[in-house]
């Protein structure tokens, strides 16, 4: 037997599932499949390719009642929340509704001599390497338009996450979607590696770490294989002093805490008005203490352990760290917090931005507050960051949220909402966060490439 993934589940510590890795050469089979199934999946009818991607969604969603305990044993997050179907059906029929028009050719002129036009061509075989914080949702961002635009797809998913992939390929096959045009597989970091080098794919789309994206890069050098990445982020909020106070705190702190802070656009830091600044942290300290911390299988439970140990104690550390350096913890230490996975949530003050928890990307249930005094400070430390994903800005007035959106190094600005991905908008980031875009007109951009065609009809 090769080498096998394991997911441990973050409830108690145990292996939940585990799946043996495929060789190089099984490997580039897959590849391989997928690549000769292409032309005749693009060469279907858009309105077909549409309707068997939405009957795999259905399908999906069929299996929600297995699904939501599932993702509580695998990564942790409470079932009293009912999974993503909700979002995962959204930002596929989004994609779906909108396919006809983004994929339309571009026509720029024909008069009796000349025919003159842009198609959309699919890139070929997409791969897909999804993350585990939200691994339908993330996965379906990409995989959804992917096929809608005539490519085939290969799905790698995170290991914490281990049976997603192979829950969505169940789906589309029984739902009449090619087996060699979507195909989930397990693979080890080499093998994949060796793939991307190899030219077997024609697109990669990575979400995930800065580290694991700078992977990605390196092994597509030289192969001209496009590559999209959604990386690390460290989301501001910033409450200016005629927000509405009690939606502002309740958004923020729920963006900071919601899945146990494990979230890509989840709110790391807040900057509020100095007029503000006392009822806000008062308020949002009620909030957390209010928190249930417990088995994500358990209805009462509002958050569940973080989903893997090692998660908990890069948050552990960060949070005593800025405690020597003079941060003020307001949280005790929830009775069910058994100092591996199940973690409380903790609220910062008297933070700054020499301590990682500003800094560094948290990714669990912690975040710090600080006062300021002006939307010029405000903004000059919403951009000391290397991460740009999401900002959220709180404030009345959409002149002033637009005028200080466009100040901010960052790939979507939020007023008064966060940690939302809506699919009409183009989902992306700067800086280390990553490079390309999902979802939207754009999206399916990313995931074709022009192709132009000028067509001289008279020649005498």
């Not at 990669?204 to 770490?209: K, Y």
């Not at 989301?235 to 106070?245: C, F, H, R, S, W």
């Not at 203490?289 to 989903?307: F, Q, V």
Request: aromatic share 8%; with cysteine; charged share 20%.
């Amino acid at each position: 037997m090769g080498q096998m993934l394991k997911c441990v589940s973050p409830i108690d510590g145990s292996v939940f599932a585990e799946r043996e890795v495929l060789s190089r050469d099984a490997a580039f089979g897959v590849a391989s499949q997928a690549r000769g199934a292409q032309a005749a999946w693009a060469a279907r009818p858009l309105q077909e390719r549409i309707d068997l991607v939405m009957a795999g969604v259905t399908a999906v969603g069929a299996m929600n009642d297995e699904i939501v305990p599932e993702l509580a044993r695998m990564m942790g997050r409470p079932v009293r929340y009912g999974g993503e179907f909700g979002g995962f059906n959204e930002r596929a029929s989004y994609m779906a509704e909108i396919a006809e028009a983004s994929l339309a050719d571009i026509a720029v002129g024909e008069d009796e001599t000349f025919k003159r036009y842009i198609k959309r061509i699919p890139h070929g075989v997409v791969f897909v390497v999804a993350p585990w914080n939200y691994p339908y949702m993330t996965a379906i961002n990409t995989v959804a338009p992917a096929l809608i635009a005539g490519n085939t797809v290969v799905l790698k998913h995170a290991t914490q996450t281990l049976l997603v992939g192979e829950r969505m390929a169940q789906a589309f096959h029984a739902a009449g979607v090619p087996e060699d045009v979507f195909q989930n597989v397990f693979l080890s970091h080499d093998v994949t590696h060796e793939l991307i080098a190899g030219n077997a794919f024609d697109f990669v789309n990575f979400t995930g770490s800065v580290g694991g994206g700078q992977a990605m890069e390196r092994a597509a050098a030289g192969t001209f294989t496009g590559v999209g990445t959604e990386l690390g982020g460290k989301d501001p909020g910033y409450v200016m002093e005629d927000a509405d106070l009690d939606a502002a705190v309740d958004t923020l702190i729920d963006g900071a805490m919601f899945n146990s802070g494990q979230c890509c656009c989840g709110i790391e830091r807040i900057y509020v008005h100095e007029s503000l600044y006392g009822d806000f942290v008062a308020k949002a300290v009620e909030i957390v203490k209010g928190y249930k911390l417990g088995n994500p299988l358990d209805a009462e439970t509002t958050i569940g352990p973080m989903a893997n140990v090692r998660f908990a104690d890069e948050v552990r550390a960060q949070i005593a760290e800025a405690i020597e350096a003079g941060a003020v913890a307001h949280i005790e230490t929830f009775p069910e917090d058994d100092g591996g996975a199940y973690l409380t949530p903790q609220i910062l003050t008297n933070v700054t931005h020499d301590m990682r928890v500003m800094r560094d990307e948290s990714f669990g249930p912690v975040v710090g507050i600080m006062k300021v005094s002006s939307d010029d400070e405000a903004i000059a430390l919403m951009n000391d960051s290397e991460f740009g994903l999401t900002a959220s800005l709180w404030t009345r007035d959409v002149d002033r949220a637009a005028r200080v959106g466009d100040q901010i190094e960052t790939g979507t600005v939020f007023m008064n909402r966060a940690d939302y991905l809506d699919p009409s908008l183009c989902w992306t980031g700067c800086k280390n966060t990553g490079r390309g875009g999902g979802l939207s007109v754009i999206g399916y951009h990313n995931l074709t490439r022009p192709k132009s065609y000028h067509l001289k009809k008279v020649t005498v």
